[in-house]
């Protein structure tokens, strides 16, 4: 089938997303919690495309597309929820993104200001236990990518989501740091994490001396 | 939902080992907290991994907070909220010397809140274990340990012959079975329009008909959706206890036009009540031949479990309540695959509403013509409804779709006690709007409670009087939107944080950037928590400008254009005592 997307037609098979038709047809819409090695999760809501008939925007990467369909990457409702969304996601984090890290590109991709609504933010939690793999709790906005690369690319299933709503963050087994999990220290999380919430240690030596964060906190 | 862990599950699925959050649960029964040693328990005996089983431990209000001996539970329930009772959570927790949250350090005690224990018709209510008490003295009789089972209206229903409060008879699963094929049923409820009775309002016909024709090599689910969190609606509690057979029998018929064989009802832990009650129906009905193999000679094979949940609003939603079925977070799923296509433990699934399902019932036994004649012109079949404390006769009320707020909340309420005036009223639940008084006039139904920002959902009319302050309110409601996030899209998770923490702040609210953050959660989110929690905070805005203070940037938004019944923050002072801001739990 076909469809439009920002005035380029791409033919696309049965079950095609919006975000991969977008992407064929080389239009940029930017995302947060989508990794192309792993299912489509749907949380940051931040790949809001318009399409013709809708009233309202819908995530990219988890609606498939139907035939004839007219998808615009540029519409404006969908940008203004996308970059609201991206502003509520820096108002989260008690410092701002390292420049290299995906957060920061879509940030400046979306041209998000200082956010406008201010609130609590997490609280610093360092884990530098392992060798190699470290948490800054504080940096994780719980898109699910470390979870779903440690179950979907590994196969290790060392990593989880925990709490609920705004305390919600992510751990690795029993909260008891990558040392003492299934871990097998492949760093597919560190890879995919869009804010270095989870780093390998070279890179965070880079911003610190990660003993002297010591264990958890 | 994770395809790897679900694939874990259903290879232990025939082993009918518990899931991991029953395993949990027990824990917390058994010794008041889950430790270490009881998520490896879990992980072993569920077959999932260590860390799922962390993330499902620090999920739920069942799991996370210490329990002693004795567990009290304040409800912080809008309806509760709404008695004009004062500070009771903080008044408990003094008389109990505990912050909720807390444990007594000799393990004895334990203290929280919870969002609605659906003793709306007499609260504030309290929960000492598994006895409820609300109403008048409630308060002194819990803290003093000599709790008393509340009372619980009859419900009564404007239909000589009610449709939902008639007991269960099993008349419609004899009927379908003896006379009309799966498909001849199937066609009945779709002719019906029978629409859901949890709060989209989608046709049942159509989400049977979607599993019906979806292939399954192992079977096929209808679960019904025992989490009814909505706070001020005790309608499904009431179905759940008073009349489980109803509800069993529509779930069988479900079973029998979708071509399912299992039936799962997941119950909300709140409820002490109901998962006893359903246990003991289905037992029942097992011994009399309406479950279990080939039900009455037809062939048809259905049986059913009943299980609970462990503390959770959004595990009402349907792929959240999958997930927690199954043991796991109770957290939203992106759709597709729908449950039709792939639900619990991957097979079709149909997730129904209990209220829907025990329309099923008459629309087997009645046919389709006599279940439209029940509201002519409108929507079809009945609704349950129920009425809060304010008003003078509280309960639980079967109406004809049409019938007005006006007349449900006058004729069938009696008014408000202490010759109060109705402010407004909240319908169907926190995700709907708050339509004013000066709208009372406004037909109970899908479309007409649209169009003015309002909603059907659960069918519950809970009154604000005159003295409730509608900015406390929009708090009050902002923070259950907060704390019941499930976590899982950014707008809900961080957008109702900071709209809480703007109503919560002593200071005037831009409403720009109010509204700005509502469209953010209206069109973002990926479900209806996030998308609904909204539309409570539009109808203030709209009708209680000046209340809920509003400033454009440069001052008070619109301070002499209030809406009818609207009133400056001072001009109210004066009105009466103030409903204190609730920031417990």
Known sequence: MKVTVDAVEVEVEEGTTMLEAARAAGRYVPTLCFDERMAPFGACRVCMVGVEGNDAPLASCTTPCSDGQQIHTDDETARRIATATVELVLSELPAEPEEHTELAEVARALEVGEPRWQGVQHEPKHDARHPYLAFQHELCISCGRCVRACDEVQGAFALTATGRGFHSNVTAGLDSGFTDSTCVTCGACADTCPTDAITEHLLLDLVGDPAKDGGPQ | ?585
């Open chain 2, 1 to 585: 939902m994770s395809h790897n862990l679900i694939e874990m599950l259903r290879a232990r699925e025939r082993d009918g080992e518990p899931t991991a959050m029953s395993i949990l649960k027990d824990a917390v029964r058994d010794h008041g907290e889950v430790t270490d040693d009881d998520r490896r328990r879990a992980a072993e005996r569920s077959g999932l991994p260590e860390a799922t089983v962390y993330g499902i431990s620090s999920f739920y209000d069942d799991l996370t907070e210490p329990r002693g001996h004795r567990h009290v539970a304040a409800c912080n329930g809008t309806a509760c909220w709404a008695a004009n009772a004062g500070d009771y959570v903080g008044d408990l927790g003094e008389r109990l010397g505990l912050k909720p949250g807390e444990r007594s350090e000799d393990g004895e005690v334990s203290y929280g809140t919870v969002y609605c224990l659906g003793f709306c018709h007499s609260g504030p209510a309290f929960r000492d274990g598994e006895v409820v008490d609300a109403g008048e003295g409630a308060l002194a009789r819990v803290a003093g340990g000599a709790a008393v089972q509340a009372e619980e209206p009859e419900g009564r229903s404007v239909l000589d012959e009610p449709v939902l409060l008639r007991p269960g008879d099993w008349s419609g699963l004899t009927h379908a079975l003896e006379s009309m094929s799966p498909e001849e049923l199937l066609e009945e409820v779709k002719e019906a329009n029978l629409r859901g009775r949890g709060g989209a309002g989608f046709p049942a016909g159509k989400k049977w008909e979607f599993a019906r024709n979806t292939d399954s090599p192992d079977g096929k689910a209808i679960v019904v959706n025992g989490d009814e969190g909505d706070p001020g609606s005790y309608i499904d509690k009431h179905l759940m206890e008073r009349n489980p057979d109803l509800l069993i029998e529509g779930m069988a018929l479900a079973g029998y036009a979708v071509g399912a064989e299992r039936g799962l009802v997941l119950v909300r832990s709140e409820y002490p009540l109901s998962m006893p009650a359903l246990r003991a129906a289905v037992e029942r009905a097992r011994e009399a031949g309406h479950l279990g193999e080939d039900i009455h000679g037809s062939g048809f094979d259905f049986d059913i479990d009943i299980e609970e949940g462990a503390g959770s609003y959004v595990v009402g939603e349907e792929t959240a309540l999958l997930g927690s079925l199954m043991g796991l977070r109770g957290t939203v799923s992106a759709r597709p695959p729908f449950p039709a296509q792939r639900g619990w433990h991957g097979k079709p699934t149909v997730v129904n509403n209990v209220e829907t399902l025990c329309n099923v019932p008459f629309i087997a036994s009645n046919g389709a013509e006599a279940y439209s004649a029940l509201s002519p012109g409108v929507t079809p079949g009945t609704k349950l409804v129920c009425l809060n404390e304010r008003f003078r006769n509280p309960g639980l009320h079967e109406v004809r779709f049409g019938t007005t707020v006006r007349e449900i909340c006058e004729d069938l309420g009696g008014g408000l006690v202490d010759d109060r005036e109705i402010s407004a009223v909240q319908i169907g639940g926190p995700l709907g709007g708050i339509l004013p008084a000066k709208l009372l006039d406004t037909p109970l139904d899908f479309d007409e409670l649209a169009d003015v920002g309002c909603m059907v959902g659960h069918g519950s009319i809970l009154a604000f009087d005159d003295q409730t302050d509608m900015r406390a309110l929009a708090t009050h409601l902002l923070e259950f939107g907060a704390e019941e996030s499930c976590g899982k899209c950014f707008p809900c998770r961080i957008g109702l944080q900071r709209a809480h923490e703007m109503s919560a702040r002593p200071e005037l609210i831009d409403r720009g950037r109010l509204e700005e953050l509502l469209e953010t959660l209206e069109l973002g989110s990926l479900c209806a928590h996030g998308g609904g929690m909204p539309a409570p905070i539009r109808s203030l805005i709209e009708h209680f400008p000046s209340e809920l203070g509003l400033t454009n940037g440069d001052g008070p938004d619109q301070p002499d254009l209030g809406a009818e019944g609207d009133r400056r923050p001072e001009e109210k002072a004066q009105a009466g005592p103030q409903q204190p801001a609730e920031d417990g739990a």
